[in-house]
T-cell receptor, first 114, second 114 residues
Framework: EADIYQTPRYLVIGTGKKITLECSQT?????MYWYQQDPGMELHLIHY???????EKGDLSSESTVSRIRTEHFPLTLESARPSHTSQYLC?????????????FGSGTQLSVL | KNQVEQSPQSLIILEGKNCTLQ??????????LRWYKQDTGRGPVSLTI?????NTKSNGRYTATLDADTKQSSLHITASQLSDSASYIC?????????????FGRGTQLTVWP
């Protein structure tokens, strides 16, 4: 069982609202990721971090931003939510320096923007 | 273009029956291939990893195969159980190191009926 937690599990908000999706892990992993997943589609990497104060954009363009002030915490923020942001957001982590790395995923946040 | 294709898209089987899920990839270079299981409303969990030199690997009722020459992998589930109902995702890495990139398939949605 992975020790990586996402809150909230479900979020329904109106257009224009600012939201923050929380992700925390207690495994001491250096690397953390945010993926976006739509039904029947592959996971798309939107942000990643290799350690404190390190953040990079992923393959899929996203209007969200992330921060990594502490190793265990990797929140994702949308300044102004739109219906096109409706999706499932999955946070993941993995240890640094390990070949054939395995991702540990949280349970996800299902975001619906009305 | 590096891609990962999974088939079938969805599958329904009766409890106790066997099934085989397919994954074809064009990712190059190739480092490893992982099969993840994603239960509804949860994040993916790693089932097994196949590296270049491995042909077959078992994890309980799950058996994965890899043919690196034809760039194909399969996941065979024996004596299916209701709890096997999930999406099974094939993920290919082009390098095993920190610089590696992951390529995700869209998954096969397996439903096991009693």
């Amino acid at each position: 069982e992975a020790d990586i937690y996402q809150t909230p599990r479900y979020l329904v908000i109106g257009t224009g609202k600012k939201i923050t999706l929380e992700c925390s892990q207690t495994m001491g992993h250096d690397k953390m990721y945010w993926y976006q997943q739509d039904p029947g589609m592959e996971l798309h990497l939107i942000h990643y971090s290799y350690g404190v104060n390190s953040t990079e954009k992923g393959d899929l363009s996203s209007e969200s931003t992330v921060s990594r002030i502490r190793t265990e915490h990797f929140p994702l923020t949308l300044e102004s939510a739109r219906p096109s942001h409706t999706s499932q957001y999955l946070c993941a982590s993995s240890p640094r320096g390990v070949t054939n790395e395995k991702l540990f995923f949280g349970s996800g946040t299902q975001l619906s923007v009305l | 273009k590096n891609q990962v294709e999974q088939s079938p898209q969805s599958l329904i089987i009766l409890e106790g029956k066997n099934c085989t899920l397919q994954c074809n990839y064009t990712v190059s270079p190739f480092s490893n291939l992982r099969w993840y299981k994603q239960d509804t409303g949860r994040g993916p969990v790693s089932l097994t990893i196949m590296t270049f030199s491995e042909n077959t690997k078992s994890n309980g009722r799950y058996t994965a195969t890899l043919d690196a020459d034809t760039k194909q992998s399969s996941l065979h589930i024996t004596a299916s159980q209701l709890s096997d109902s999930a999406s099974y995702i094939c993920v290919v890495s082009d390098r095993g190191s920190t610089l590696g990139r992951l390529y995700f398939g869209r998954g096969t949605q397996l439903t096991v009926w009693p």
